[in-house]
């Protein structure tokens, strides 16, 4: 993260937003106030919170995958060691 947890408490991010994607929401609610919220301004801000959030999952996503794979050939080299 990019933002410290003092910054996120001062601009009021809620917890469930206090992601790997937290450090953009700032700029972007900023943004929102002082359009009053329409939805065809800020689409830069959101576009790039957007964005990150699909690339965090994606990077989950890797990740589990990953553990998932070595899960499975541990299993398979127990079941080999027990034949």
Known sequence: MHITQAELQRERIPLAFRDYCAHLLPE???CRRANWYLPWHCEEERVAWTKCQYDDYQR????????????????????????
């Open 28 to 30: 972007l609610n900023k």
């Open 60 to 83: 989950r996503m890797k990740i589990l995958d990953k553990r998932k794979k070595l899960q499975d050939q541990q299993q398979a080299a127990a079941l080999d060691a027990d034949l």
